[in-house]
């Protein structure tokens, strides 16, 4: 991802592009701690709206690997065979990914 | 015909959808305004006038279908364009949105999305009536299939709460109402989407009004309830409130459950006054049995004068007593509020009163000193007590203190737990020497017999510088 070209692509000046993606970053990074105390609670009912949110704010970011991880992890917690673990699993693949989108974001702004 | 849109409000609860709506809207010169929820978007609306309202159907408080319905029955929003803008497209193209709004465009990549936007935007000010009522962007959006399971569940919830007959509220934490059921919106008169966005503690008078407010601001997550003893009156109704505290994540709420109990209240007042209605009419039946025993021993007194023989007018006296003593209970009983029983205390005072009266061929006046407590005995109890305890003073009168100056009546009752111990003592002669209660052969003996037995009780008689008689009883027969 390069923060000059989609700004580019989408039509806007680069600035509000950076405005966007750290406005996505303190977003996601609030949305994941709160999956993780959900999580933590199995409240699942309330897991699965958090996990839709990232979901849709990654894919309007374009980070379709990202919203497909947490795609995963929404049906997941709807189909009700979610155990601890495949929870637990899910929730680390998801965040890693995240973790990288960050990494990559951060270095550019 | 061209119509020239100028102000758009966007509502999601995504923030970076929200910062990207604002950028591209804002380059192309219009004025913007972005909310994320409904309850905003409908506060807003109302002074912001906006020409297009993008919304977005997963939010919290009210989701974007809630919202359309609300911002399309607002009059003064009648010529805002509606256009619905959501990921969920994808999962149900078919969906027909012409009843609540404009257009409906699918969520898309930021990328792909600025010339979506505004080209729509082109459509409505070039021809407002002809956009297409298809979704549009629908080849732009990846298919998930699992965004309508959220918003399902969301519906079946509304479902549920519309169908309810208690009315539900649900107040953000500065009190306004971000939720109300049907129920809610007929108990206040008003259409839900007045009521929504409105401080909740105005809606009612300003007594009440103080207390919600108080109620709300010191829930400290506990759950507290109003009118329960004393149901509070809202116009012709009578209500009550339960306040909860809803704390789940970020998300801080109030909920405000009324229930409607003026039916009930309505019931309780036709059985009250049915009630009335027989205790007066028990009155009266005890005002008529008073009446008639009191006939009965007007009868047996007048066949008294007629008779010249002394022992059959002494029985006839003595019947007539029986009488009397029953008829005194009904006679309080009329006097009494609650119509449960007899007060003791009174009672034992008027039938020694009347007896006295009836036995008054002593020397000197028979004095008598009662120490009863104030306990109620109903009729079970009152009529045989009532009976003996006539039994006894007659015998006292009669026989213990005949010709017995400064005679003396003493009458205790004491009652520990559900056993009484009733002692009539006199400072007459006393029981005869040869006296043996088991072969007596006197009427009186026997009544008295009987009726302790019937109260579950025992009957003794002993001298003790006089005449003493005992009677034990269990309470429990006036259950």
């Known amino acids: 991802m390069n923060i000059q070209s989609s700004a580019a692509e989408i039509g806007i000046s680069v600035e509000a592009y950076k405005r966007i993606c750290v406005l996505f970053i303190e977003n996601t990074d609030k949305d994941l701690l709160q999956l993780k105390s959900e999580l933590d609670l199995r409240n699942f009912t309330q897991s699965a709206a958090t996990a839709h949110h990232i979901k849709g704010a990654a894919a309007n970011m374009d980070y379709e690997e990202l919203a497909d991880l947490a795609k995963k992890l929404q049906l997941l917690l709807q189909s009700g065979t979610a155990t601890p673990e495949k929870l637990r699993k899910q929730y680390e693949l998801l965040s890693q990914e995240y973790q990288s989108i960050k990494e990559e974001i951060l270095s550019q702004l | ?479």
């Open chain 2, 1 to 479: 015909m061209n119509k020239t849109l100028k102000k758009i409000l966007v509502v999601d609860n995504n923030p970076v959808m929200l910062e990207f709506m604002n950028e591209i809207l804002g380059q192309e010169g219009y004025s913007v305004h972005t909310v994320d929820n409904g309850v905003e978007a409908l506060k807003i609306s109302r002074t912001f006038l906006p020409d297009v309202i993008f919304v977005d159907l997963v939010m919290p408080y009210i989701d974007g279908r809630q919202l359309c319905t609300l911002l399309r029955k607002q009059p003064e929003l009648s010529e805002s364009i509606i256009v619905i803008i959501s990921a969920i497209a994808a999962e149900e193209p078919g969906f027909d949105f012409s009843e609540i709004a404009d257009a409906y465009l699918a969520k898309m990549p930021f990328r792909l999305m600025k010339p979506y936007v505004l080209d729509l935007l082109q459509q409505f000010q070039n021809n407002s009536s002809g956009v297409s009522k298809k979704i549009i962007g629908l080849d732009q959006v990846h298919h998930r299939d699992i965004t309508k399971e959220l918003l399902f569940s969301k519906q079946h919830i509304e479902v549920l709460l519309s169908s309810i007959s208690d009315s539900f509220f649900e107040l953000n934490l500065d009190l306004q109402v971000i939720y109300v059921n049907e129920a809610g919106a007929s108990l206040l008169g008003l259409p839900r989407e007045e009521i929504l966005t409105l401080y909740f503690p105005s809606l009612f008078p300003p007594e009440l009004a103080n207390r919600i407010k108080n109620i709300a601001h010191s829930l400290n997550g506990k759950e507290f309830e109003i009118g329960i003893k004393e149901p509070l009156q809202l116009g012709d109704k009578y209500v009550r409130f339960r306040f909860n505290a809803v704390s789940y994540g970020r998300y801080r709420s109030i909920t405000v459950m009324i229930q409607d109990i003026s039916s009930q209240k309505e019931a309780e007042r036709i059985v009250r006054e049915d009630l009335k209605e027989k205790e007066l009419l028990l009155k009266e039946v005890h005002h008529r049995v008073k009446n008639n025993l009191n006939v009965v021993a007007s009868l047996l007194s007048l066949q008294t004068s007629f008779i010249p023989d002394k022992v059959s007018r002494k029985h006839l006296t003595e019947s007539r007593n029986r009488v009397e003593s029953m008829a005194l209970i009904h006679e309080q009983l009329y006097y009494t509020e609650s119509l449960s029983g007899v007060y003791l205390d009174n009672y034992l005072s008027d039938l020694v009163a009347q007896l006295i009266n009836t036995y008054n061929t002593h020397p000197t006046p028979v004095k008598t000193e009662l120490d009863i407590p104030s306990v109620q005995l109903n009729l079970s109890v009152a009529v045989p007590l009532g009976l003996i305890i006539n039994e006894l003073i007659s015998n006292s009168l009669e026989h213990g203190l005949k010709n017995i100056k400064n005679g003396l009546i003493e009458i205790s009752l004491t009652i520990d737990e559900q056993r009484c111990r009733l002692l009539i003592h006199d400072n007459g002669h006393g029981l005869p020497e040869d006296f043996i209660f088991e072969e007596s052969e006197s009427l009186g003996l026997l009544i008295i017999s009987n009726l302790a037995e019937q109260l579950d009780g025992s009957f003794k008689l002993y001298n003790d510088n006089g005449a003493t008689a005992a009677v034990e009883f269990s309470l429990s027969n006036s259950d």
